[in-house]
């Protein structure tokens, strides 16, 4: 495996249900990102990891719970979500965050129905 | 936070150069220029990023003025796989942190055709 994976691709979840989307890198990256981009809109930055450590939670509700294990892979908890939480999740790493000049990886993301 | 303004939709065929202009006059002395592009139902891929003057690389161009206040990525000689929504962004530095992150817009959808 090269880049960015994410698993599942799909997953359709009822508004009681428990899931976890998976994202692991295989770069040697120490940053890692979780955004969510919903039909016809930018993508919104969710959570920044650096080095395991979260370095930003950008007023995402508390139903979306991230967990960075090691700098390799990064977890979104999920649970009781809305429909309107329907959207293609994608994660992302960097080499790291230096602030001005970074590239971004994306894997394919993970499309999230909620029912 | 630099701001970024690119056209939201633009039409081209193949074989034509595609130029896409964005506009940031926000821009941070420390900013690099990056453009992603975006396929539908996958993430972001990295096209080119720059500082100043002129960037080339295998996929496209990227033209900066001095005052850096806008850029233009410039396609040449679009093929339809290349029918995407590509990104303008301007890197953040958070003051004396290192914390930076890519703030995405609309975007720019393109569509080639035959």
């Known amino acids: 495996e090269t880049g960015v994976t994410q698993t599942p691709r799909h997953l359709v979840m009822g508004m009681t249900n428990k899931k976890s989307l998976k994202c692991e890198q295989h770069l040697g990256h120490n940053a890692m990102y979780w955004y969510k981009q919903s039909a016809k809109k930018p993508l919104e930055l969710m959570f920044v990891?650096?080095?395991?450590?979260?370095?930003e939670n950008n007023s995402v509700p508390s139903r979306f719970s991230p967990e960075c294990p090691n700098s390799s892979h990064l977890f979104l908890h999920l649970h009781t979500l809305q429909p309107e939480d329907s959207a293609l999740y994608l994660c992302?790493?960097?080499?790291?965050?230096?602030?001005?000049?970074?590239?971004?990886?994306f894997g394919p993301g993970t499309r999230l129905t909620v029912t | 936070l630099a701001k970024t303004t690119q056209p939201i939709s633009m039409d081209s065929y193949e074989g034509q150069e595609v130029n896409i202009t964005c506009s940031h006059n926000?821009?941070?002395?420390?900013?690099?220029i990056t453009w992603y592009q975006q396929f539908p139902s996958q993430g972001p891929r990295f096209i080119i990023q720059g500082y100043k003057t002129k960037v080339t690389n295998e996929v496209a161009s990227l033209f900066i003025p001095a005052d850096r206040k806008s850029s233009t990525l410039s396609l040449p000689r679009v093929s339809l796989s290349d029918t995407a929504v590509y990104y303008c962004l301007v890197g953040v530095s958070h003051g004396s942190g290192n914390t930076g992150k890519l703030i995405f817009g609309q975007g720019t959808t393109l569509q080639v055709k035959p």
């Open positions: 926000n821009i941070a002395t420390n900013d690099y």
């Open positions: 992302a790493s960097s080499q790291d965050l230096r602030g001005a000049s970074y590239e971004q990886y």
């Open positions: 990891y650096s080095l395991e450590e979260r370095v």
